[in-house]
């Protein structure tokens, strides 16, 4: 840093040395050197300086902002530790990762997080065992970092957060203290505790005791026996069953009318995987009908999370949830599954190499709205798709009903550079680039060739009436913590969002 700083001083004396000799050069010469000696002062500023300053001047209010916003279903507690000490704590052993569906025992815990560990993808899995999760639980909550009585648990760090898409959805909105939020889930005592003042509880949604779930965090290079995490992320699991249940969702419909909102956030449909296939079925019809009640004036953003039956992925896309729906958030792990379930584009990829290809996921991004968006043909609302991955995001609308998108993808590249930090504003020298310099906006269409311009950093393409908005993310180098960072970014990009009247 210290370089460029010099640098930078160097030129600045160089160009007042050439304004002092003005008279004496010829104007031309005078006019070039400048421009050259300004350029390389541009050039100095770091890639993330310059960024942060376009994505300042690009981040403005909509024309209509949201004044009330309700939010759903899925709340719970977040446990956050470290899972190689937890898993150290509870007597495991480093060992080869395996995918599982569903946890049935600490072995299946074992090589989940391994798996998901050697990868650095989130992931989120339900653990069957009641008892032993609860012992788990337990024993994290019992203990915590300096205070444990047990010398194999005294590495933890562990703290308790506001947890659940929808919820910490809400929480981040409300710290806007223009907005109201309504907020339906499970809420227990130490939810309610935890929760911003200006985010409302309806009475019916509250409950004597808390869900947890444990988030087990790593972090960039962490090694765990011969498992190294090549980025920081976190593997969550619980045993919940108000949330898997979707307990809150009739109580959050209801409470619509009298709340009134200008925007609805769903989330919490994949928490059905930890139920019987017959049970996830009737909800999913169930839930189908209550969204349907939602009046059509009033848009629904769907938040969607891991999820490991393709299948009951298929339901959600086919069986009327996504028509029903104005706007989706996810990441690259949720956008793969969704294509792979439903037999979309780049179906036969299995898992990303790296940054997740920008053309590959345009392609995917574009198939959905034109498979499953709206069109004159076709009864959907769906009409905006906001795509999360750690080096960059896109956001993608069906033209006509969506305005004010440079700033709301813009906003949301900041949320991520400043929750992972854990800073108010971005502190370049705790980021760094990952984005691709140069990529192409397609696979298999026709493809165009982007170079990022950092003074310039939001880009946009268009395809057949849907709009992409590209823009890089400033990586945390040290994240202070991964857990809800999707969540906040949804949110803060819906925040940027206007939504045109039809």
Known sequence: MWQRSVCVGLLALALGYLCLLGPELPHSALRHLSASLLGGLRRARSLEVRMVAAWQAAIVRPGRPWARVAVGINACVDVVLSGVKLLEALGLEPGGGRNHAVLNSRQDLKEAFAYFMEKGAAAERFFSDAESFHHIARMASEYPGAQARNAHICFFVLQLYVGGNAALIG???????????????????????????????PPESMQEKDEFHLILEYQAGEEWGQVRAPTANRFIFSHDQSNGALNMLEVFVSSLDEFQPDLVVLSGLHMMEGQSKEMRQRRLMEAVASISDIPTDIPIHLELASM???????????????????????????????TQSASGPHASLTSWSGVPDVGVVSDILFWILKEHGKTTERASDLTRIHFHTLAYHILVTVDGYWGNQVAAVAAGARAAGTQACATETIDTSKVFLKAPLEFVTSQTGTPAKISLNPDEPVVHWHREGISFHFTPVLVCKDPVRTVGLGDAISAEGLLYSEAYSQ
């Open 171 to 201: 929480q981040k909105l409300a710290t806007n203290p223009d907005l109201k939020i309504l907020l339906c889930g499970p809420v227990g005592p130490k939810l309610h505790e935890l929760l911003n003042d200006n985010v409302v509880v």
């Open 308 to 338: 490991t039956d393709q299948d009951f992925m298929s339901n959600i896309i086919h069986q009327q949830v996504f028509p029903l729906v104005n706007s989706i958030g996810l990441n690259e792990q949720e956008l793969l599954f969704l």
